[in-house]
């Protein structure tokens, strides 16, 4: 988790190839007047920017160094991005976001779960959302519990509704 936050905190300079540079939006500021007539700038909290430069700032290459990969049973490697980087990732650029867990199903032979996942950004001139879906299955046991797996997928994959991590998906097609 530390070797996370210092990359995060790294990747906060930004690179300017078209990546991440997380430091930039993660406060807002407004004007404070003094009675002598000099104006500074102050940290505000809030909804400070309007949803296109939240969705421009999601959109971009999410760096390779925070991206994982796993071996699918049948060997096949998926990349993906750990739900707690995309949480981060979130804070930074869209701290007044929000999500909740909207429905959890279990199929009817008992082998699998099923998570919906809500994700809302907060902008300045709206809001929007974007849900989707996670499956588990009952028997996997790598690692935590099938709901806590079937939630991760979903959370991750209404992120990527919004374009954030959405270019792994399009890596195999090309």
């Known amino acids: 988790m530390a070797s996370t936050l210092l990359k995060l905190k790294r990747l906060s300079r930004g690179s300017g190839r078209g ?11 407004s004007k404070l007047s003094h009675a002598e007539g000099v ?29 994982k990969t796993r071996l699918e049973k049948d060997g096949f490697p998926i990349r993906y991005i750990p739900w707690h980087v995309v949480n981060r990732i979130l804070n930074l650029h869209a701290p007044e976001w929000s999500g909740e ?5 279990y199929s009817p032979d008992a082998k699998s779960v099923s998570v919906v996942y809500r994700v809302t950004l907060y902008g ?12 588990a299955s009952l028997d996997d046991t790598s690692y935590g519990d099938p709901v806590q797996k079937a939630e991760a997928m979903a959370f991750r994959r209404a992120c ?3 374009g954030l991590g959405l270019h792994l998906y399009h890596e195999d097609s090309s």
């Not at 700038?41 to 160094?65: F, H, M, Q, T, Y």
């Open 19 to 29: 990546e991440f540079g997380f430091g930039k939006w993660n406060r807002c500021y």
């Open 39 to 67: 104006e500074e700038e102050a940290p505000s909290s809030g909804i400070c920017r309007p949803l296109s430069e939240i969705l421009k700032e999601l959109n971009k290459k999410v760096p390779d160094s925070l991206v």
């Open 101 to 105: 867990v909207r429905n959890i199903t």
């Open 124 to 135: 300045t001139d709206a809001e929007i959302f974007r849900e989707s879906t996670g499956t």
């Open 160 to 162: 990527a509704r919004f």
